[in-house]
Every structure is written in structure tokens, then in C-alpha cells.
């Protein structure tokens, strides 16, 4: 049975990648349907985020050259997350399944085949999970390492060295646009779509030209996002140190009055201010926590669009009627 795909790659300023990608892309659908797995309408959703170099005349050649290569520009940079979105919900309806991966040819093409045999085993999410990072800085493999470990111990359901490589059909799509939230971390949300899932794993290589467009800024926020996104306990764990210090408090009050009794009053210097200190500085910290909450209730109850389709080339010629439900 072959079934109708749609590659959706996000790229932002991805011109020394693309060349490479779009050959390896030709020949792996190429293969894939000579396999009998996709039909021969199957597409490569290519969505442009706001890049500043090249990308989007490369992607319009592309489509002019190929009909197999489809454009989606969106009309300005929205990053990672959002242009990832814009192409799946575009991919929505369209195809049977969608597989999302990066530009810059990071994922194995060759593990599409095992997904695609899971999607017909019944799965609607296959993860594809990577085996070994060695091709990854020490630091990023560390830093990645220390943010699963947090996300799993704050009770997030989260599939271990999954990036958004990641094949999702039709009917977990449309279960996708069912959510409606403005800070996206697509990984944390696909298990919460639910539906039978499995993960295929391989080898992650090296970015294949061009530079990492995750510096270090971006994937602290990014982390952080992931865990203020769908774990409240950073609140309650504020709740649990304040009951904590109010304990240690009462036992002080105590150690105060005692003192004052005996007549050692002077002599708190120290652990006064120690104390000053401390407590200002879980209190900002708390504020801090509380503050990136509240300031995703701010972002969310705007309810601002995530993507604006400024084209949408493909061969019908229909234009963007890409509908964001919410
Ligand atoms: N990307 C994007 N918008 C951005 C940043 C990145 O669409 O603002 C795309 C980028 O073109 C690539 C994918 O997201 O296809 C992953 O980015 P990158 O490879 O730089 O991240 P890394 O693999 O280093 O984590
Ligand atoms: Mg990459």
C-alpha cells in the first residue's frame, strides 16, 4: 500500500544546504516510491522563514524545476517551531502522512522507510530518535542531556534524544491544530496528541554546511520554554522552599527570643545579614519563576497568530488557504 507524503523542512537562511538536500530528496522519494511505500503525488514542503539569503529563489526554482518541491514562505522570520507548524498545517489534509526533519541533512533520510513501515503497522507518531551524538559538541551533548533529565523529573512525557525528526499522519495533524497555544515546543505536544506511537532510531551526522541557527541564547530559551510549557511544578516547588524557610523561620524566632532573654541581643550581625540575603534572593528568584509563567499567560491570551502564509506554491496554484484552527 503506498501512501501519499509530505516532506515539510523548515529553512531559514539554508542556501549552502539546499542544493545537497534537494538532490538526496529526489533520490530517496525517488527510491521510496519505486519501493511501492508513497505514491508519486508525494511532496517536499519546503517553508522559507523569513530567511535573508537566497533561500526562497532557491525553493522557487526548485518548484519550477520539480513540481515534487513545494514553497511556503512565510511572511516573516517566526523561527523554528512556528515554521515547522506552518508546514505541517499546510501539509494537513493534503497528504496521508507528513515527516518533518531539519534542512541541513542533520536526519537520515533512510530511517523514512522504517517510519513509513511503522505508519502501516498502525502508528500514527513515529519518533525518530538518534543513537549516539557524538557528532554534537561535548557541551550540547551535556546540556541536552541535563534538559531531558529535568524534563522527565518534572513529570513531562518527552521521548529521550528526539529532535523533530518525526512522522506524523493525517489524523494526529488535525488532532494538532486542535491545540491552539502561541509558545509551541512541538516535541513535548506530539505525545500529548495521543494515538499509537513507536520510535525508529539512527544515526545523526554532522550539520552538513552552513552554521547551527540554535547558538547557545536560543536553547536556553528554548529549554526553558519546553519546561514552563508543560510542567507547573517550578511553581510549586517555590510553594514547597517558602514552607520550607517559614519552618526554619519559626525555629529563628525561637533562637531570637532566647537570645533577647539571656540578653545577647547584639551579636546577630551575621546571621542577620546572611539571612537579608538569602531570603531576597529566593524571593527574586521565585518572582522570577512566577514571572515566566505569567508572561506566558500574557503571550497566550493574545492569541496572536503563530504564522502568517505570505505564498504557498504548489502545483494546483491555490493560494494560501492555509487555515491556522484554533
Ligand atoms: N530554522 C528555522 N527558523 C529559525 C531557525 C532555524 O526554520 O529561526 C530551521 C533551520 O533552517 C533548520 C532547522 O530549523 O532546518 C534546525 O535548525 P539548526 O539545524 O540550525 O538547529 P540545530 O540542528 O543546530 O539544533
Ligand atoms: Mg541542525
Redesign the pocket.
Known amino acids: 500500500m503506498a501512501y501519499k507524503l509530505m516532506v515539510v523542512?523548515?529553512?531559514?537562511?539554508?542556501e549552502e544546504v539546499l542544493p545537497e538536500t534537494s538532490r538526496r530528496l529526489v533520490e530517496k522519494m525517488a527510491s521510496l516510491e519505486k519501493k511501492g511505500l508513497i505514491t508519486p503525488d508525494s511532496r517536499v514542503l519546503l517553508?522559507n522563514?523569513g530567511s535573508r539569503d537566497r533561500t526562497w529563489e532557491m525553493i522557487c526554482q526548485l518548484h519550477r524545476e520539480n513540481p515534487m518541491f513545494e514553497g511556503v514562505k512565510l511572511s516573516r522570520?517566526?523561527?523554528?517551531q512556528n515554521?515547522?507548524l506552518a508546514g505541517l498545517m499546510t501539509a494537513r489534509n493534503r497528504c496521508d502522512i507528513s515527516i518533518s526533519m531539519?534542512?541541513?541533512l542533520?536526519d537520515d533520510m533512510d530511517a523514512m522507510d522504517r517510519f513509513i513501515e511503522k505508519y502501516a503497522e498502525g502508528c500514527d507518531v513515529v519518533y525518530g530518535v538518534r543513537n549516539k551524538r557524538e557528532t554534537d559538541t561535548f557541551f550540547k551533548r551535556e546540556t541536552a542531556l541535563m534538559f531531558y533529565r529535568l524534563m522527565k523529573g518534572l513529570g513531562v512525557d518527552i521521548t529521550y534524544n528526539h529532535?523533530d525528526y518525526r512522522l506524523m499522519s493525517n489524523r494526529a495533524l488535525n488532532a494538532l491544530a486542535q491545540f491552539g497555544e502561541v509558545n509551541l515546543f512541538l516535541r513535548g505536544l506530539a505525545p500529548l496528541v495521543g494515538f499509537q506511537s513507536d520510535t525508529v532510531s539512527y544515526d545523526r551526522s554532522e550539520?552538513f554546511a552552513g552554521?547551527?541557527?540554535?547558538p547557545f541564547k536560543k536553547?536556553l530559551a528554548f529549554a526553558i520554554d519546553g519546561i514552563t510549557s508543560f510542567s507547573v511544578k517550578p511553581l510549586r516547588l517555590i510553594t514547597s522552599v517558602g514552607l520550607g524557610i517559614f519552618v526554619v523561620s519559626l525555629f529563628m524566632l525561637l533562637y531570637a527570643l532566647i537570645s533577647w532573654i539571656t540578653g545577647k541581643t547584639v551579636v546577630g550581625w551575621t546571621s542577620t545579614l546572611a539571612s537579608i540575603w538569602m531570603i531576597g534572593g529566593i524571593q527574586l528568584l521565585s518572582l522570577g519563576i512566577i514571572g515566566e509563567y505569567v508572561g506566558k499567560i500574557y503571550n497566550e491570551t493574545k492569541r496572536r497568530p503563530r504564522f502568517i502564509i505570505e505564498r504557498y506554491l504548489n502545483e494546483a496554484g491555490e493560494d494560501p488557504a492555509v487555515d491556522e484552527t484554533r
Do not use: F, T, W
Open positions: 523542512i523548515p529553512c531559514y537562511n539554508e517553508v522563514d522570520n517566526r523561527g523554528h515554521a515547522l531539519d534542512a541541513d542533520q529532535a550539520r552554521e547551527s541557527k540554535y536553547m
